[in-house]
T-cell receptor, first 114, second 112 residues
Framework: NAGVTQTPKFRVLKTGQSMTLLCAQD?????MYWYRQDPGMGLRLIHY???????AKGEVPDGYNVSRLKKQNFLLGLESAAPSQTSVYFC?????????????FGQGTRLTVV | GENVEQHPSTLSVQEGDSAVIKCTYS??????FPWYKQELGKRPQLIID?????GEKKDQRIAVTLNKTAKHFSLHITETQPEDSAVYFC???????????FGGGTRVLVKP
């Protein structure tokens, strides 16, 4: 049981390049999230998904796109990377229950855009 | 949407002393308040959570209190140890809500 796994762990991009971050969870969770973590800014929600085939915008969605074609995977895309997207990206997942449940995080992806 | 404010942003305490972190939230419909701990270079992990039907919850050296009227909640760490050094995040969510909104984080340093 690996939990939540992110790929890659590190990446350096040039301004204007594109890339996709992959998040995979093996806990059969319905909810999945992408957050970015910047110094002093906490964890800010980029996009999230409440189930296969559905996505929604979070607090800071501009410049990012997402897809959830399979329940276990949640992809985050950067079409044209900018230096402002330099950050640590965390994926998380939660189970759907009648009460709130714990969010499990991936190990993070450190992205640098030069 | 929900807004969560967290204070202080940094906290330095002597080993054995207590540490207190406070959070306020804006959405009166929020009823789930977890706390996550993030060690250097690691992922955030849940350490304790509280729901709105209780005012306090304790787990060994950590406790969380909730004041729904004032819309604030706090994390208390007693008898701090060097391994408590980390960044702590509070968060809030509505009932069975699909979004989890985090505060800005508190960097805690426990000095031996």
């Amino acid at each position: 049981n690996a939990g939540v796994t992110q790929t890659p762990k590190f990446r350096v991009l040039k301004t204007g390049q594109s890339m996709t971050l992959l998040c995979a969870q093996d806990m059969n969770h319905e909810y999945m999230y992408w957050y970015r973590q910047d110094p002093g800014m906490g964890l800010r929600l980029i996009h999230y998904s409440v189930g296969e085939g559905t996505t929604a915008k979070g607090e800071v969605p501009d410049g990012y796109n997402v897809s959830r074609l399979k329940k276990q995977n949640f992809l985050l895309g950067l079409e044209s990377a900018a230096p402002s997207q330099t950050s640590v990206y965390f994926c998380a997942s939660r189970a759907l229950r009648t009460e709130n449940t714990e969010a499990f995080f991936g190990q993070g992806t450190r992205l640098t855009v030069v | 949407g929900e807004n969560v404010e967290q204070h202080p942003s940094t906290l330095s305490v002597q080993e054995g002393d207590s540490a207190v972190i406070k959070c306020t939230y804006s959405d009166s419909a929020s009823n789930y308040f977890p706390w996550y701990k993030q060690e250097l270079g690691k992922r955030p992990q849940l350490i304790i959570d509280i729901r709105s039907n209780v005012g306090e919850k304790k787990d060994q050296r950590i406790a969380v209190t909730l004041n729904k009227t004032a819309k604030h909640f706090s994390l208390h760490i007693t008898e701090t140890q060097p391994e408590d050094s980390a960044v702590y995040f509070c968060a809030a969510s509505r009932a069975a809500g699909n979004k989890l909104t985090f505060g800005g984080g508190t960097r805690v340093l426990v000095k031996p």
